[in-house]
Nanobody, 123 residues
């Protein structure tokens, strides 16, 4: 059983930055694919970014060049640095994990989820 706890959300103005953290416990963190998803009101949950156990990364087109995912295996934590934030980035952001080698973008491809952290981009 893996537990995931997100933190770092909040209110930020357009063009600002936030860094989300996701602390994991249980399992073998270094062997997992880690990912961030988000869900805006009235919309389906969507893939944002993923990082494999070999530190390969993959991003949704909507965040490419603005967001950076990273992991610290010693701290069993994954991060999402979000820069140049836009109002359309407003959503609840979820951390997720799956076993295996590859990043996948489907919600159903992940085994464990955090409770989410709210990010609001507004002036």
């Amino acid at each position: 059983q893996v537990q995931l706890v997100e933190s770092g959300g909040g209110l930020v103005q357009p063009g600002g930055s936030l860094r989300l953290s996701c602390a994991a416990s249980g399992g073998t963190f270094s062997s997992y694919v880690m990912a961030w998803f988000r869900q805006a009101p009235g919309k389906e949950r969507e893939f944002v970014a993923g990082i494999s156990r070999s530190d390969s990364t993959y991003y949704a087109d909507s965040v490419q060049g603005r967001f950076t995912i990273s992991r610290d295996n010693a701290k069993t934590t994954v991060y999402l640095q979000m820069n140049s934030l836009k109002p359309e980035d407003t959503a609840v952001y979820y951390c997720a994990t799956r076993s295996g080698r590859f990043i996948v973008t489907a919600v159903g491809g992940y085994d464990y989820w955090g409770q989410g952290t709210q990010v609001t981009v507004s002036s």
